[in-house]
């Protein structure tokens, strides 16, 4: 089945630090990737994705490639801020028949918890 | 904009008990779901519903039941709580499934003691 493997956490960083949370995946076919981001208290939003193997999904400074040969989507982001703590999970979406009915199915990672200390 | 709306935000049960979290949606979306979220477990699947009237289960459905009598309300029941249903529940719904952009309300957090 489909999954997606998130480096443990947490995470700590100062701010203007450079960050990487890796994440891996295994899917049948060609799935969509994503990075949610769960700020405190809120609940999750997208924060990018891509479609297509070698794609780069780009918001709010954070990019990701879908990298197909290494089955990655590694999120970066090149100086932090205090705002960005939150917890942040990698997705993939796959499209599912099921009993007649069909819908995308995105399955999480268990998410990296991410704290900016100033 | 209200955008998904869940309620309550928390709530403690006790064993045996019953409740419904509600949620509703004001986007006009067709899809929607219920996970629950456990430390570092990730968002599990526990029923999603394509539109009005039809629903199904999705990767954890037992202990649970869900009901889809219009297109804006999606409420998840508990029928007999047990401690296993500790958890934080998000309501999530999408005009487009294809897309993987889902729109999550903010979390009911739930102690079954």
């Known amino acids: 089945g489909n999954s997606v493997t998130q480096m443990e956490g947490p995470v700590t960083l100062s701010e203007e630090a450079f960050l990487t949370i890796n994440c891996t995946y295994t899917?049948?076919?060609?799935?969509?990737l994503f990075w949610y981001v769960q700020y405190p208290g809120e609940g999750l939003q997208l924060l990018l994705k891509?479609?297509?193997?070698?794609d780069k999904g780009s918001n709010k400074g954070f990019e990701a490639t879908y990298r197909k040969e290494t089955t990655s989507f590694h999120l970066e982001k090149g100086s932090v801020q205090v705002s960005d703590s939150a917890v942040y999970f990698c997705?993939?979406?796959?499209?599912?028949?099921?009993?007649?009915?069909?819908?995308?199915?995105?399955?999480f990672g268990q998410g990296t918890i991410l704290t900016v200390h100033p | 904009n209200a955008g998904v709306t869940q309620t309550p935000k928390f709530r403690i049960l006790k064993i045996g008990q019953s409740m419904t979290l509600q949620c509703t949606q004001d986007?006009?979306?067709?899809?929607m779901y219920w996970y629950r979220q456990d430390p570092g477990m990730g968002l599990k699947l526990i029923y999603y519903?394509?539109?009005?009237?039809?629903?199904d289960k999705g990767e954890v459905p037992n202990g649970y039941n869900v009901s889809r009598s219009t297109t804006e309300d999606f409420p998840l029941r508990l029928e007999l709580a047990a401690p296993s249903q500790t958890s934080v529940y998000f309501c999530?719904?999408?005009?487009?499934?294809?897309?993987?952009?889902?729109?999550f309300g903010e979390g009911s957090r739930l102690t079954v003691l």
């Open positions: 986007m006009n979306h067709n899809y």
């Open positions: 899917a049948t076919g060609y799935p969509s």
């Open positions: 519903s394509v539109g009005a009237g039809i629903t």
């Open positions: 999530a719904s999408t005009g487009h499934p294809n897309t993987g952009e889902l729109f």
């Open positions: 891509a479609t297509k193997a070698d």
């Open positions: 997705a993939l979406n796959t499209h599912v028949n099921a009993g007649g009915t069909s819908y995308g199915k995105l399955t």
